[in-house]
């Protein structure tokens, strides 16, 4: 077995190795870039070396950095987590060449299946069933639009290196064929420094669920059943779930099957993942093979009982498989959130700054039998930078089926504490609390279908919104309660409390009637319901839990004005609890409109504007791009919301832009 292992990575997925490598008493060596000086991994790691500055290019993927690091510090073994030097076939044999294991997969298979175009052949030729198309390169817009048109649309355009979502276009019509062709061409430079173009049939109300394959170097693989990974933006995954709720034991295996031959076919050991996109007749297609850990492993794991990053670590080092196909059980569900710092309420773009707090809840096995798991390579006052994958924790639940596992992340979610940086974590909240969801009604364009204006948030219920009027009434009372103490005590006598108030929030108004004791409130609304509330909230308190009628409900709270804002499932409401009097009067106040932004054109995220398609006086239409800003590697066209004329440009291409800066005006 080895004696120390060197992680080339960062964040989460770093912790998460090395906490394995701990567990089987094997030394750990950390690499860091000036951005991650005081990094969680750097903190966890029992040596650390530093290898350059902050932007990847320079640090994380320099080959010749990792390998002197490796020389400075004896580690007998790297395991390159995900994304950067994971997939890289140079840095795997340089390993090789240094007499350093690589904890993955031999080079040849990361070579073959690297490539999309490549891997396909290679798929087709191993009785895989793959996505219709064209398997050779595209030079020009023309051609792209003439072999998507004999395809027939709608088709996908895709970066043959592509990865992570990046350099990949829908079209539906020629003209989209040759935009798509240039932007995905454009992108795949930008992003993989090669600008290889293919293109193959969209297959319409997708699902897409892959296969978690496992070999060791002795020619023994398995399957380890599917993910579902379906509810994606901008073709990235956000939610997954094992098993998927689409498959029955014959598709599985079948799909299995296809896999560990692919892996057969290029003589495949350690961890690998084989992506499928399955249509609504579950006929299913190799869309590609990531040959590295994936980042939602863990709901694997969860099901399985099995630690991934042992098994890679295990096969490495020449052990064989410990168990065979008919020994793999699957129990229970589990499911993944991703918790990006990216801002749901701005079409999922990047948010960047430091994280003033950050509170998980607790993990591991609950008092109702569920499990939770968070990986994460954060923590409290740490600063989520722009260099690298906005992503802050894996969230992820398991019970012994997918309602409860639903269920358990819900509540998870509520008692989950991220302030500082825009999050993710309402939307998440909304997609848990979604009939279509809970009865598993996925493809991959659940969220576009979904929220197709956006998500702006949850509108509560009448129900929730009488749920958070007793938590707010509760909180009021509180607060009003030492109030009165503090007063009662200067004045000698306790100052009386009301009994009768009106709890108003997100458009709903209660009229109600309190009974207090100690611990418990009872609250008799005017319309005959009833409801009563026990919590050890106190004031201060940032969360708390809330027992309402036998519901518990874990919800953020904070002091806002007169307010209360409250935030559970998705919902982000100010609560105001006040005296009838003075809600008749709260009535009468004028309800202040925001600016009128709609004749600017903002910038939506950090970045640089890197083009501006438009001047001064020209008229545009609707749709028409308007400039490009890149932001975290991706480039963003940002196009006219109407008709309309440019009156000013107030920023020039090439600068860095904040969020929310001015780029145009219209008349
Ligand atoms: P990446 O390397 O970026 O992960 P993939 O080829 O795995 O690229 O595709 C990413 C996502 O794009 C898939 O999960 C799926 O949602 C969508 N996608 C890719 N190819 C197709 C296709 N032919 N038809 C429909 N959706 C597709
Ligand atoms: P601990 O109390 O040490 O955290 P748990 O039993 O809560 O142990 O869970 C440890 C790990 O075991 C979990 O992270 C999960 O991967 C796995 N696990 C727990 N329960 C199950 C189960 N019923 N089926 C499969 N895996 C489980
Ligand atoms: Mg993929």
Redesign the pocket.
Known sequence: MFKKILIANRGEIACRVIRTAEKLGIATVAVYSDADRDALHVKMADEAVHIGPAPSSQSYIVIDRILDAIRKTGADAVHPGYGFLSENAHFAEALKAERVAFIGPPPVAIEAMGD?ITSKKIAAAAGVST?P?HMGLIETAEEAARIAHAIGY???I??SA???????R?AWNDAEAREGFQSSKNEAKSSFGDDRIFI?????Q?R?I?IQVLGDQHGNIVYLGERE??I?RR???VIEEAPSPFLDATTRKAMGEQAVALAKAVGYHSAGTV?F?VDGEKNF?F??M?TRLQVEHPVTELITGLDLVEEMIRVAAGERLSFGQDDVRLDGWAIESRLYAEDPYRNFLPSIGRLTRYRPPAEGRQPDGTVLRNDTGVFEGGEISMYYDPMIAKLCSWAPDRAGAIEAMGRALDDFEVEGIGHNLPFLSAVMDQQRFRAGRLT?AYIAEEFPDGFSGVAASEDQARLLAAVATFIYLALARRGAQVSGALANHPRAIGADWVASLAGHEFALRVAQDEERIAIAFADGKNLSVASDWLPGASHAVFEVEGHRLGVKTTLAGSGIRLRWRGIDATAFVRSPRVAELARLMPVKLPPDTSRMLLCPMPGVLTSLAVQEGDTVEAGQALATVEAMKMENVLRAERRGTVRRVAAQAGASLAVDELIMEFE
């Open positions: 999309k996505v198309g709608p088709v996908m895709k970066a592509g990865g992570g979502g990046k350099g990949m829908i193959e049939k969209f297959i319409t997708p897409h892959e990974c379906s994606q073709n990235q995954k992506e996109i297609y869309l590609e990531n991959t």
